[in-house]
T-cell receptor, first 110, second 116 residues
Framework: ETGVTQSPTHLIKTRGQQVTLRCSSQ?????VSWYQQALGQGPQFIFQ???????GRGNFPPRFSGLQFPNYSSELNVNALELDDSALYLC?????????FGPGTRLTVL | DQQVKQNSPSLSVQEGRISILNCDYT??????FLWYKKYPAEGPTFLIS?????DKNEDGRFTVFLNKSAKHLSLHIVPSQPGDSAVYFC???????????????FGKGTKLSVKP
């Protein structure tokens, strides 16, 4: 059984650009949640997808969007990148119990 | 407005002794609480959880205590080992007892250092 994987591991972008982060959920998990972890902070909930539909959203602007695919993998898209978007982006998958996190993607916006 | 607070940014403990990590919350609607451990360059790893209908949950060296009236929970690690050195996050959720379908609200974390 494979765990949650995320790609890429690291990414450097410039302000105004767009970025797509990817997540493969753990086998059998139909729910994927995305979190943003800024330096020195705890993870903050961005949104969650359940069976390809958005199922809850945190306090993030619309330029943060996502997708979930039939195999339950997911993408996080961020448009018009800002310097404050620099953070670790975590994906978590779950089924009927606790959430399992991937290793994260470190995004740096210059 | 921080709904989950971990007021100690760091904690240092001697190997073999007890580590106690604390967490306070403000939202009385939270009904499920979790502790995650995070090593550098890795994602958070689930450690232990507790439902609001209980006041204690134990798993090996790890015990979580919940005091609903004080809106306070704590994680006890006994005995502490050097491999326990990591950042520990407290998280809470509401609306279900499984902690899986709802979004998790995290504290800022406490960095635990266990010295040999």
């Amino acid at each position: 059984e494979t765990g949650v994987t995320q790609s890429p591991t690291h990414l450097i972008k410039t302000r105004g650009q767009q970025v797509t982060l990817r997540c493969s959920s753990q086998s059998g998990h139909n729910t994927v949640s995305w979190y943003q972890q800024a330096l020195g902070q705890g993870p903050q909930f961005i949104f969650q997808y359940y069976r390809e539909e958005e199922n809850g959203r945190g306090n993030f602007p619309p330029r943060f969007s996502g997708l979930q695919f039939p195999n339950y993998s997911s993408e996080l898209n961020v448009n018009a990148l800002e310097l404050d978007d620099s953070a670790l982006y975590l994906c978590a998958s779950s089924s009927t119990s606790k959430q399992f996190f991937g290793p994260g993607t470190r995004l740096t916006v210059l | 407005d921080q709904q989950v607070k971990q007021n100690s940014p760091s904690l240092s403990v001697q190997e073999g002794r007890i580590s106690i990590l604390n967490c306070d919350y403000t939202n009385s609607m939270f009904d499920y609480f979790l502790w995650y451990k995070k090593y550098p360059a890795e994602g958070p790893t689930f450690l232990i959880s507790i439902s609001s209908i209980k006041d204690k949950n134990e798993d090996g060296r790890f015990t979580v205590f919940l005091n609903k009236s004080a809106k306070h929970l704590s994680l006890h690690i006994v005995p502490s080992q050097p491999g326990d050195s990591a950042v520990y996050f407290c998280a809470a959720t509401k609306g279900n007892y499984g902690g899986s379908q709802g979004n998790l609200i995290f504290g800022k974390g406490t960095k635990l250092s266990v010295k040999p």
